[in-house]
């Protein structure tokens, strides 16, 4: 029997040892490629999440405790160690699991939700709704998490959110999966103006003056240093691959006009050779 095949409820994780967590992790990616193999699915987004949802379920007391998938297609190793083990073979087939979290399925889903950006929404509606609670309720000791990942985070929705939430400061936790990539490459201008923010002068003094000065800090300097620089390397290869692809959309919609302009005049060629003469007007 595996370590996995043992796990009934997620307060089990708080008995498990480093190791035994590390097992755990191996053999629920292990898992979840052999079903998506025979049934498809969304492999490479659950995959990075493994971590996540053991750390989250480790800490957090689920169902009592919420958690918020955005994506929801992060959400399978969620579904194994929420009691879904024995059924997860029917991955998104007829009447089997779903391929993102259901209410239907479990008290440990929180909201059907598949589309991207929706989750810190749903997160502050929570949490509001919690603090709404009589004082004393056992109810407001309740905590809620929303992972976020697929690059959902910069969704109009998830911005309005945030917004609200830094207003009305409501109790929630956030995770941020960076996993680098969306369900496509980002554009917009939001990735073109961080890009051309790091090429000023403004921006490239700081970042000097910051290395020198950290680099001076006893001890914590050289770590401190390092962590930061881990930071800016995944900023710039998120900013250079929003890049690509915006230099990719200009070139399309510049290209536009012409081929507009070519079948306007293929139109006017096949209506000219159609049209039957012209006979004179009868209007003097």
């Known amino acids: 029997m595996t370590l996995l095949e043992t796990i009934h409820d997620p307060a089990q994780l708080r008995a498990l040892d480093y190791a035994e967590l590390e097992r755990l992790a191996a053999e629920l990616r292990e ?3 052999r079903t998506v193999q025979h049934t498809g699915g969304h492999l490479a987004s659950s ?3 493994v971590e996540i949802a053991l ?7 689920s169902p009592r405790d919420r ?3 955005d994506t929801g297609h992060q959400a399978y190793a969620h579904k194994l160690l929420t009691g879904r083990l024995d059924r997860f073979e029917t991955l998104r087939q007829t009447d089997g699991v779903g391929g993102f ?3 239907s399925e479990s008290d440990h889903d929180v909201f059907d939700g598949g589309h991207a950006g929706t989750g810190v929404s749903i997160g ?8 709404l609670l009589p004082a004393g309720s056992p109810g407001r000791a309740q905590r809620i998490a929303v992972c976020v ?3 959902a985070m910069q969704s109009g929705l998830t911005l309005e959110a945030l917004n609200h939430l830094g207003q009305s400061k409501n109790r929630m936790l956030i995770v941020l999966n960076d996993n680098e990539m969306s369900i496509s490459k980002s554009v917009g201008g939001l990735s073109t103006r961080l890009n051309k923010l790091r090429l000023t002068r403004a921006y490239q003094e700081t970042k000097e003056a910051s290395k020198r000065t950290i680099s001076r800090i006893p001890v914590l300097g050289q770590p401190l240093f390092d962590v930061l620089a881990w930071a800016k390397e995944g900023f710039k290869r998120s900013r250079a691959s929003s890049r690509r692809s915006a230099c990719a959309a200009r070139s399309w919609c510049m290209s536009r006009p012409s081929r507009a302009r070519a079948m306007h005049r293929r139109r006017r060629t096949a209506s000219a050779s159609t049209a039957p ?3 004179p007007s009868t209007w003097a």
Do not use: N
């Not at 502050?124 to 603090?131: E, F, K, Q, T, Y």
């Open 101 to 103: 979290p259901r209410r």
């Open 67 to 69: 958690m918020v998938w």
């Open 124 to 131: 502050v509606g929570l949490a509001a709704a919690r603090d």
């Open 31 to 33: 898992k979840m490629i």
């Open 277 to 279: 003469a012209c006979r």
């Open 149 to 151: 990942g697929d690059a």
């Open 47 to 49: 995959l990075g999440a």
């Open 55 to 61: 750390a989250l379920h480790r800490v957090m007391d």
